[in-house]
RNA sequence: GGCGCAUUGGUCAAGAGGUUAAGACGUCGCCCUCUCACGGCGGAAUCUGGGGUUCGAUUCCCCAAUGCGCUACCA
């Protein structure tokens, strides 16, 4: 039997020939420099921002250059499917504004390049793995589970690498063993299962020194050095279907993919594949091999988190605290490229299209996730987005997260003008950071949610009510700005207090107070709080019956 | 254990064989100010360690330490 005869007896038959696969997916019409990458998340339903920091990447490159990104779902591991995996991925990506040009969507495949579904596409793979089996570039390998843990056990012993390589495996090299070829025969035509393993080419257990190497360019990290491989890893499982380092290679080649964007934990894989590659007679893609994201724990603050089945990292967690995407997608820009940050304060209006987005840029060495950081991004971000689309993205947060806050979302106009509040001064506020921090911000507007937090300062508490009484007495609430804090300040000296706070610290002695301290009794009968915003402002906003409503009911509480 | 990747302030980082080693977030102080926020000014704080190479290394090389990852018929 020969190695075409081996082929013939694991797949007898194929739909195509691996050259008409090729011309099924001819290279891209596209142009000079764009880049086709993509991204190729398992169907677990588990997106976390290290996922979409990898997103991030290869949207920027495939949009920046007239490329092309699509998505291929990877579901080749069974045991991994969550159901409805593929809506949410779909959904909370685009949440965050990632557009897939095509592959998989709600609606089916878009695309000539499809199906995007390695689940789908099983007869391919099998249809390149029997080009190996033909060339003897891989073999059938009946070796069972017990066998396999003993191989390792006696590796172990000898202090070789563990794993099935030359020297290991029977089957690999059946052809110059009569009774292993008999053994492989019957046992194909029984139906026994069998994986089929890659017969590497390269020599095991020997020293770094020694291996021979690869060059392959990495976008992010340079120039790696790659040993050869001598694994003989399994390319096709027993149920038929591909590991991920075969469909790898199969896709990413048939599907024309010109850039590999995937996290540094595949540097360890990356002989096989530049074997396989080899072994199929393709050209190896551009790697782009991203650092990991972290996060810093709760507990101390400067641990290093592996972003593995951490919750706290997943999408939703941010999506449910209601921080906007854009400021995400600014964040995770600002420590995706170095040079981000610089750009956007350069030109705070920019559209990020506009920043050239390079891989040179990116960091070989790990993040850690910085909420001050994010919050602080947010706070900026948020200023660049009008106040009725911020409320309007407010009330769709609300209705998926937070139904509890129906009640802000009742007068549109009127919450667009409260987050609305000092954005227009010459020195803008920023008070806005993410939605649940937005929802106690303007708390004190509704009566649901109005409750007073602070205590008068020690100053002014004993005088409370007289100054609430002679506020009421003056208030009118068609005063402008000016008029108004001038009766405050008149009002503050008839009471015996500095109408300004630099007169109070020059004479204390003089005065029971200041200004100041007479506007914290007014804005803790209005606000609940010492801290807000210009009260006047607020005044105007929450409208003259539940100012005066306000102060009357705090002159009474007082009273009793 | 073996292999791989990484290592500049608390965090993100720029940077070059000779620099006062940028900038941002955070932090501290002052100013502005009716509070807060914004803004302005200023401060504290960094090249993991040890060997080389060199007139000179934080930068180049080696070793170590530390962190992360891989070591599956998971991706």
């Known amino acids: 039997m020969n190695n075409k005869e081996l082929a013939h007896l694991i797949y007898p038959s194929h739909p195509h020939t691996p050259e008409e696969y090729e011309a ?4 891209r019409d596209l142009p000079e420099g764009a880049m086709v990458t993509r991204l190729g998340p398992s169907p677990t339903g588990f997106i976390h921002l290290g996922n979409l920091y990898g997103a991030f990447v290869d949207e920027r490159l495939a949009h920046q250059s007239g490329g092309k990104f699509f998505l291929r779902i990877e579901d080749t591991d069974d045991k991994r499917f969550v159901e409805n995996a593929v809506e949410t991925i779909i959904s909370s990506l685009a949440f965050f504004d990632i557009n897939f040009d095509e592959g998989v969507t709600e609606n089916g495949d878009v695309g000539e390049y499809g199906d995007y579904t390695q689940s789908h596409r099983g007869e391919i793979y099998r249809t390149f793995a029997g080009k190996l089996l033909e060339e ?3 073999y059938p390998c009946f070796l069972s589970e017990e066998e396999i843990s003993e191989v390792r056990e006696q590796q172990e012993a000898a202090k070789l690498t563990p794993g099935i390589y030359a020297g290991w495996s029977k089957y690999r090299d059946w052809d110059k063993d009569k009774s292993v070829e008999e053994e492989i025969c019957a046992r194909i035509k029984a139906g ?31 120039e790696l050095s790659v040993p050869d491989n001598f694994q003989d890893t399994v390319i096709i499982k027993q149920t038929g279907i591909p590991t991920y380092h075969f469909a790898h290679v199969v896709d990413d080649h048939l599907m024309r993919t010109t850039h590999v964007v995937r996290g540094e934990e595949w540097l360890p894989s990356l002989p096989i594949h530049v074997e396989l590659f080899e ?34 990292l997943s999408l939703d967690y941010y999506r449910s605290q209601g921080y906007h995407p854009a400021a995400v997608r600014e964040y995770l820009l600002t420590i995706l490229n170095s040079n981000y940050e610089e750009w956007r304060a ?12 390079t891989t040179e840029k ?6 850690l996730f910085d909420l001050n950081k994010l919050n602080d991004v947010s706070k900026s971000t948020l200023l660049h987005i009008e106040a009725s689309e911020l409320a309007a993205w407010l009330r769709k947060w609300s209705e998926d997260y937070a139904p ?23 020195r803008p506020r920023a008070d806005l950071v993410y939605a649940r921090q937005i929802m106690d911000f303007i708390s004190y507007f509704f009566d649901e949610s109005f409750t ?28 402008d700005n000016g008029q108004w804090f001038e009766k405050i300040r008149t009002l503050s000296t008839d009471l015996g207090y500095a109408a300004k706070p630099k007169d109070f610290k020059k004479h204390p002695e003089e005065y029971k107070g200041h200004v100041g301290h007479v506007s914290a009794v007014i804005r803790i009968a209005l606000m609940g709080r010492s801290n807000s915003p210009d009260l006047w402002t607020i005044q105007q906003i929450m409208g003259e019956d539940v100012v005066r409503d306000r102060i009357k009911r705090e002159i009474e509480k007082l009273s009793n």
């Open 346 to 357: 350069a030109d705070p209006e920019a559209p990020i299209d506009d920043f050239k987005f």
């Open 452 to 479: 007073i937090e602070d205590e008068y300062p020690q100053e002014a508490a004993a005088d409370a009510a007289a100054i609430l009484k002679a506020y009421l007495d003056t208030y009118d609430h068609s005063d």
């Open 362 to 367: 990116m960091s070989s060495s790990g993040a």
């Open 136 to 138: 003897g570039l891989a």
């Open 404 to 426: 509890e806050f129906e009640y802000v979302f009742k007068d549109m106009d009127k919450l667009a003008a409260m987050l609305d509040m000092g954005r227009h001064d010459a």
């Open 192 to 222: 026994d299962p069998f994986v089929i393993r890659l017969k590497s080419k390269g020599v095991p257990n020997v020293s770094a020194e020694e291996t021979s190497r690869h060059i392959v360019k990495d976008a992010i990290r340079g």
């Open 24 to 27: 099924m997916y001819p290279a």
């Open 279 to 312: 072994d199929l007679g393709w050209e190896l893609p551009i790697y782009c091999h991203t650092a990991q994201l972290m996060k810093i724990g709760e507990d101390g603050n400067k641990r290093k988190l592996s972003k593995r089945k951490d919750p706290e």
